[in-house]
């Protein structure tokens, strides 16, 4: 038996990765774990249908209802009968006895299953493999339930099983029945790919399905990560190639978010991918752009977290975005407290590595979280409901994987979209996203916040989001402050505060707005656009980057070195304070303080 962590590509296995010879000597039966029954009085009559279904599909040429190939199928039976009382009749008689034979044969679901098994597998020596898909993407309880079944399996039709459990199904309770059952030797591990590599691939094989059916020319450049990519001279393999590039480009920031949200799932990550290159907030000047660049350009940081935020919303809507509000409350809610969801994140990023009462890291009952909460005046349905809301933006985990039922006893973790969101604190674009869905107690603050966003591109404006985002975090500390002033007999030490620090964002606020206020770059920014011709002088020449251009003051900007003629880094061509001529390439980022250029021949 073998017992996997996730689910593998069973049809490249079949396919590709195992030698012709096996293939010819093996019989492959694949079950659909998803649409079985869940009880173990319906599971096993469900196998067998399912074995006998497959069996006949792997030979589709074979009529299983002509009596010759019923005779075959049921041979076993049909000789003993044959070799005993058979013997003694003949013409009608042994017909009517060979008629009953048959038919209790085909009434008998487990003896049909063998005989099918047998006929179309051991007879023509063939092992039987089953396997069981998509077992890790049930409950705890159904996946020990099918891993009894597929033991079941193999003891009764001497087959090979196939059986992918969850990683966290395996590791927590290997040592525990019935999986203490399982021949260790027999368990191997998948680990799913880096999200980096499948996402390249992907787009790569795009490219060249579109170079096919192109007699334009091929281009090709490097990704920052040194990945080498190569496409037509076609606007959708531009357009497509500068969304992949704009993820590798903000790779620290961006992928990390992406495969976090995903959960090591790279299905979902590819999910996302694909809603961020429909977005509609990717505007035409980006397209422009793009189009200008043949596919080089990359989109700022900003719109990229935009993208992700708000997907193809204009405003931010937290129950259709894969990023949550984890400062949100309901109307009506008798004492409304902002900081629910975030102190419940909290809660179990303080416990990850600390064993919980089954002796799991990180996992605790609902009932331990409460305890942990409600004697800092947090109300234990509202955890209840948050809670739930959580598991469905997938910021937590149950031990059982459930996402909806949720009792006090079961068990509880921060996933790595938890982790996701907490940093997301001191994301500028997050807080200003989260002033747009959260429900303020005043109408003034809500006011403030519409107002400001009056137009599509005050809205985005980063004077617009600065106010935005220091809206909500001066709202956020002041409800802290009353609501630790409020409970101050319930609250002792600093665990009230821990849980509801919330330093990141206040930090991120304060340093953004200095930023906009730099009145060397606004000047700048307000002179010069993309495009623009300027004279500057090399501050410094890395062989990593490229060459630093200085204009004035604080104002410096990179020629990448992908935009460089080859042994660029060659001292005497661009040394320090040599006179350059350059071309502002895409949108500088004055809150960042990044300029990308490109050499201009003089």
Known sequence: MLVQEKQLSFDHLKEVALPNDIIKTTLWLRFNMNESPVSSGEVYDWLRGKIIQQCKLAYPDIDFDLLDNLKKLYSVEINKF????????????????????????????????????RYCGTERGKLVVIVLDNCDKRT?????????????????????????????????????PPLDTALKDMVFRIEPPLFNYVLHSRVQLVLKEMTKTSASNTLSYSLPNGFNVEYSKDERSYYLTSIANSIFVHDAQIRRMIVGLSGRNIRRALEIFLEFCTSGHITEGEFLKIRQSEGRYALPLHIVTRVLLRLNRRFYDSDNSYLKNIFSTEKDDERANHFTRFAILKWFYNNFGVSGPTGLKGYFPLFALKNGLVKFGFSPKVITREVDYLLQGQCLVSEDFRETGITDEDLLRLSSAGFVHLDMLSNISYLAALAEDTLFPTEQIARRVSERMGSVQNQYNKEMVSANAKELVDFLVNQRETIASFSGEFISGDEYHGLTDIQPAIDAVKSFAEKIRDPEWAEFEARYQSGDILEGTVRNCDHRYGVFVNFTGKITGLIHKSKLPAGFNRMNEYSKGKVLWVRIENDFNAVEQKISLSLVDQ
């Open 82 to 117: 044959n070799k005993g009382e058979g013997q003694l009749l003949s013409g009608d008689e042994y017909n009517k006895e060979l008629f009953k034979i048959i038919r209790e044969c085909k009434s008998d679901l487990h003896e049909t299953a063998l005989a099918y098994t």
């Open 140 to 176: 705890l309880s159904e996946q020990l339930l099918m891993f009894q079944a597929a033991q079941w399996l193999q003891n009764e039709f001497r087959s090979l099983i196939i059986l992918p459990l969850r990683e966290e199904t395996y590791d927590n309770y290997r040592d525990c």
